[in-house]
């Protein structure tokens, strides 16, 4: 999964936090499991989420043992079609045949 196009042009790490949340959105991640998927320093991490969450993009939770990070609602595209799926097997999953 990855961030809607409209969230696209955004700082780099930004778009990078966007990208690997998407992946996870059900459950969300820490900040230690962002850096290691973004391979970004700590500091830009911190800065694109201070931007992301003044921006409505992102929600915190924090359920007593951890705090995790999670897309705001609207921000995760669709998914994109497997690669070796032609036009017609997504077609074919679209209509009841």
């Known amino acids: 999964m990855r961030a809607k196009p409209e969230y696209r042009d955004r700082d780099e790490t930004e ?3 966007l990208d690997a949340l998407a992946d996870r959105r059900d459950e969300g991640m820490t900040v ?3 850096r290691s998927r973004t391979e970004e320093n700590i500091d830009r991490i911190e800065d694109a989420l201070a931007a992301l969450k ?9 359920n007593g043992e951890r705090t ?3 897309p705001g609602e609207g921000v995760v595209g669709e998914s994109l079609p ?3 799926e032609s036009i017609l ?5 679209l209509l009841p045949l």
């Open 54 to 62: 003044a921006d409505g993009l992102i929600e915190v939770e924090d």
């Open 68 to 70: 995790v990070i999670l």
């Open 32 to 34: 230690f499991e962002l």
């Open 15 to 17: 778009v990078a936090v």
């Open 82 to 84: 497997d690669e070796d």
């Open 89 to 93: 097997d997504q077609i074919r999953k």
